[in-house]
Structures are given as C-alpha cells and as structure tokens.
C-alpha cells in the first residue's frame, strides 16, 4: 500500500474542498430569497424520536480533558467498559452486546476499524472533543453498521470564543502518571481556528496481590506503561452568508506495553496505534434546504510484538458523504443522502492487500404535528460486495400528555432493524477467515417515560425510565472447531432485554450550585438459538453485567469546587456457560478544585483521588487494577 506522509494528505484534503467552494461562490447570488434552515433539538436526537439519547456537558468534559474518553464515559454512563487491563484496550458494550456492535462516529463519519470493528476508547483523549453524545439501541437506519447496541457520537469543539483564546493544562500523578495539553484559538466574523496538542504518559507501576500465586503474594505490576499523544486541528471559513467550508485533524500515537495477566508466561508484549483522521466538509444553504458534504480519509496502523511475534496491521479508509436536509417552520424536517466507503488493508494475517466497497442510501423524516407530539420515521439501505444486508427501518414517537409548566411527562417508544457487516478479519485472515458470513441482523424495540421537574428557576430535575427488547439473529463469533481450530461463525441468535433507569438534578441558591446524576442498567443478554454445537442456551453472555449504576453529585461555592463519582459493577461471567466469574465491585473517586482570577485570566487548581476506597477489582480475569492514586493539576486558561 502506498504510505501517505501526513502533509501530503493534509494538502488533498485541503485541495479538495476548492472546487465545491468555488461552484458555491458561482452559483451566489443575491437576487434569491433564502429560507433559512434550522433542524430543532440537538443534533444527535433530531431524527431520533423515541430513542435513549444522553450527552457529556461540556463543564465534565473540559473538567477531565486529561482522561481518556474510556474512563470518562464509565465515571459518568452506566454503559459497560471492558478494559484488558490497565494498558490494555477499552471497548463499550450497549445493552448486552459486544464492541463490534456499538457505532463510534466522529463528526457524522463511522472511525471504527474496518479490521477488528471496534473501537479502543483507551486511546481517544476527551481534550479533542467538542462534545459526546450516546444513543442506546439499534440506530442503523441514522448511522449505519454497527450501531446495533447503541452509538457513540463525537464533535470537533466549535471555537467559537471572539477573539484570542488558550488552554494549558499540567497534571502529575501516582504511578508515575503524567499529562500535558495545550490548545488556542482564535474566530471572527469570517473564520474561526482552532489547534490543540497533548501528551500523556504512565508507568503503571502500581503494587497488587497476585491471585495466581499461592497466598497472593504482593507484587509490583510490569510490563503495563503507556506513552500516548497526539493534536488536533479545526479550521471553519464563513465563504459567504450561505456557504460555510472546514477542515478538521486529528492524530493520535500510542506506545503501550501489554500487561501480562497473572501467572502467564513474561513475553515483554508492545503495541504502538496510529491513527489519522482528516475531514473537509461543506455546507450550503437554498431554497432546497441545507447541503452537506463530507470528504475524509483516515489511516489506522497497528503493530503488535511480542517475543516470537511481530504483526502489522496499516488500513486504509476513504469515505464521502452528502446530505440534503429540507427543514419547514419547525413542523417536519426531510434530510436524504448516501455514504461511500472503501477500505484499503495491508496485515501479515492476509493473503497479500484486501480492499472492500461499501455503500449505502438513507432517509431520515422528522415530524411535529403538534407541539406536544414528535414522529421520526427512517430507512437506509447498505450495499456491500458480497454481502446483501436487508433495509433497515427505524421509527419513533414521543408525547408530551402532560405539562402544567411545573411537572411535564412524556410517554416514548421506538422500533428499529440493525445490521452488521462482518469484519475484514472475520472475511480475509488467512487459514481462519470465512467469507460465508451473513452479516447480523436485529430489530430492537423499547419504550420509557419521562419527567421533567421545574419548580422554579433555582431547581431543575429530569428522570427518565427505558425498557428494552432486542434480538440479534447470525451472530458472529470466533471459537473452535471440531478440529480445534478458532474461526468465525454465524453462531447464534441472542435475545437481550432490561431496563434503563437516569436522573439529573440542578439546584442554584445564592452563590451555591448544586448538581448530580444516577443511573442504573438491568441487562439479560442470552443465547436464545445455537446454530453450530451445543451452545450455552439461557445463559447470560460472558463479561455482561447485569447491574451497573452510576452515581455522581458536585457542589460549587463561590470558586470552589467538591465532585464525587460512584460507579458500581456487578457480578461477570468469564465464560458463556456461567462456569467462572468476576465478583463485583464499587468505586469512589473525590476531586476539588479551586479557581483563581489572574487579571482576565483563570487558574484552576485540582486535585483528585481515584478508588478512594483501596477496592481490589478486576474488569477482566487476571489483569490487575491499579489501587487508590491521587493526581494533581494546574491548569491556566485566557481569557
């Protein structure tokens, strides 16, 4: 595969946006009058209606820019993160499925490897993000393959501060943890111009009880740093009152040692993750609405050694999308479009370069008929060599019944298909791929309610309540053949249903803020069909919990800051024949922080304590969890 200096893609992705925007500047014209396009709600929950969405603010995010996007999301979602450790990947699971069935997407675009299907949070730092938002359940027919349990949604920050702006933030920790980051700024009426970089660094030399050793002795863990950084670059020009052009960047390294688990065989095991995403878009308002161009190319790199092995991995990823969104006096919103992918791998578990054409048309309708009342109705089609993956249907209704301007409830419900196409591994690995594989298919169906609370205007509670159904039918797995010999399959079909229970609650009095949030999950994820072998039928799948709960509550007086995090995980099984388990554990992590004016500027100092309470954990068997550890940080802001 041809290797692309980063500057060379940086100057096609640039290049590329300058015919769109001078056929743009060529059709302008002044003697039209526009009608100005606005898609009501957030973004994420326009075309959702019915569905379990819930988002990061943005005060968390810029609070905890130091932590990976893995360990902010399991501080404040009760989405289940499993985690090889405390060097190891970071995968989420939705409602009882595994990580290749939850869609991560970055700036409307899918960012998951086409190799594995997944996504490692570990290495997606929370500092370059705008904002993340989650969708529970199937949302094929919004996002496309892999959002079969539910979505992860990132933004570009926005930049949108007048003027100068700047970012610098130091923190130290235990471990010898390290973390530095800077970002600045800059936007007017034309322009707006953002760059951000960090480091991150740890040894994760932390001391443990060895279970595999006779009276668990302790010992101090090796093999598990981690050295990770990476910057980031968002550019947005104004062309003219109808037309907006930008450029995003990101690029992320990560250099880690894979720890061992206890009482395996030392072989000094590395990974190093490359990652670049580049992104132009282009948007452009008319009398037909909104349109919507996304150009990207990405390139994910992997290799992995080990004593005997050395393996590589370099994917190549081109993709384009546009959209045409029709919005009407915010009664009913129509967007249309396509999404062209191609993916181009080089892996010495190949039979030399592999490359797939995915494609795929959707519709995505938006209703209001009345205020009280939102209809979504969707549908997208994939297209895929070799594969035919059946339509995908989505729809959604929400009503508000009742609103006396103090209590509002509101009734949801929705029903939706999802698919997934399998993996470049599942297709091509060499003496293990399958390219038999049916893509797995699902419908998942769920209904909840909602209460919104808003006394006065010091005090705001919102609560939600979401029960679930879902059914994934062909679902592909990896295990051992009678010969012994681990490949893929269309194994099983797996029923998962629960519940979903979040508040979120507000109070200001005087100059004291008060704030906190819970959730709880109850998930049954089990084999309901074995295809191939016996199977373990009626037994909840492996490493899926069925409790977690997350508790959290800050209080701010004047500049000072109290937060505290609780994040509770239940019993796991190790196998799918329940014949092992983890126990369950509880965290407590504390954090204050002070803030300090400098002239215009702000100083903000914090310090922060992780497993408070010393608890002795294990998100996967045998891989040690690190023990209570402080961070301290210094963070400078301008203005």
Not at 264 to 269: L, Q
Not at 389 to 406: I, R
Not at 530 to 548: A, F, I, N, R, S
Not at 595 to 619: C, H, K
């Amino acid at each position: 595969m041809a290797k692309f200096l980063f500057s060379e893609v940086w100057l096609i992705a640039c290049c590329s946006l300058l015919a769109p925007v001078a056929m743009a500047q060529q059709q302008d014209t002044t003697l039209h009058q526009l009608h100005i396009v606005e898609v009501f709600g957030k973004p994420a929950e326009v075309f959702s209606a019915g569905s379990h969405v819930a988002h990061l603010d943005s005060t968390y995010l810029s609070h905890h820019a130091s932590s990976s996007l893995a360990d902010a999301l399991q501080a404040r979602t009760p989405v289940y993160f499993k985690s090889y450790g405390i060097s190891g990947i970071s995968t989420a699971a939705f409602r009882g499925t595994n990580a290749s069935q939850t869609a991560v997407l970055w700036n409307g675009l899918h960012i998951s490897s086409p190799v594995l299907g997944q996504t490692d949070f570990s290495t997606l730092p929370v500092s370059g993000f705008g904002g993340v938002a989650l969708q529970y359940g199937s949302a094929a027919a919004v996002y496309g393959s892999g959002a079969i349990g539910g979505a992860v949604l990132l933004s570009s920050p926005v930049n949108d501060n007048r003027g100068l702006a700047a970012d610098i933030q130091l923190e130290a920790g235990s471990f010898h943890r390290g973390f530095g980051s800077g970002n600045v700024s800059y936007s007017n009426d034309k322009v707006r111009i953002g760059a951000s970089a960090y480091g991150r660094s740890a040894e994760n030399d932390f001391k443990y009880n060895d279970l595999s050793r006779y009276g668990t002795p302790e010992v101090k863990q090796t093999n598990a740093a981690v050295v990770q950084h990476g910057f980031t670059q968002d550019i947005s020009w104004l062309v003219n009152s109808r037309t907006t052009v930008a450029i995003h960047g990101w690029y992320t390294i990560s250099d880690r040692e894979i720890q061992p688990a206890m009482g395996s065989v030392y072989n000094n095991a590395t990974q190093q993750d490359k990652s670049l995403r580049l992104m132009s878009l282009l948007t452009h308002d008319s009398h037909f609405g909104q349109t919507s161009i996304k150009a990207a190319y990405f390139n994910d790199y992997l290799n992995y050694t080990d004593l005997s092995t050395n393996s590589e991995a370099d994917v190549a990823t081109y993709q384009l999308q546009a959209e045409q969104t029709y919005t009407r006096a915010d009664k009913w919103s129509l967007r249309g479009g396509f999404n062209l992918q191609r993916f181009i791998a080089e892996n010495d578990g190949y039979a030399g370069v592999k490359d797939e054409n995915r494609a795929s048309a959707f519709a995505l309708f938006r209703f209001d008929p009345v205020k009280q009342l939102k209809l979504s109705l969707n549908l997208r089609q994939a297209f895929v060599e070799g594969y035919n993956p059946h339509p995908t249907p989505a729809m959604g209704v929400e009503w508000k019944f009742y609103n006396n301007n103090t209590h509002q409830l509101s009734l949801k419900g929705s029903a939706s298909g999802s698919y997934r196409v399998p993996t470049l591994n599942d297709r091509f690995w060499q003496g293990a791929g399958n390219p038999s594989l049916k893509p797995e298919q699902g419908w998942s169906y769920e209904s909840g309610l909602r209460h919104v609370l808003v006394p006065g205007n010091f005090f705001l509670l919102e609560t939600e309540a979401t029960s679930y159904f879902m059914q994934i039918d062909d679902w592909i797995q990896w295990s051992p053949n009678a010969r012994g010999q681990w490949r893929p399959t269309n194994l099983q079909q797996v029923i998962s249903k629960g519940m979903e229970l979040s508040t979120q609650a507000t109070m200001k009095r005087g100059e004291f803020t008060l704030s906190g949030a819970a959730g709880y999950t109850y998930t049954s994820s089990e084999q309901a069909k074995v295809y191939e072998g016996t199977g373990d039928k009626g037994k909840q799948l492996m490493y899926v919990p069925h409790h977690k709960a997350i508790l959290n509550a800050s209080i701010k007086y004047k500049q000072l800051t109290v937060s505290g995090d609780l994040n509770f995980t239940g019993l796991r099984y190790t196998s799918n024949s329940e014949s092992g388990y983890l126990n369950s554990f509880m965290l407590l992590n504390l954090a204050l922080s002070k803030e300090l004016s400098v002239g215009p500027n702000r100083l903000v100092l914090s310090l922060r304590s992780d497993n408070v309470t010393n608890t002795v954990y294990q998100t996967m068997a045998y891989r040690a969890m690190p023990p209570r550890g402080y961070t301290f940080s210094i963070r400078f802001l301008i203005p």
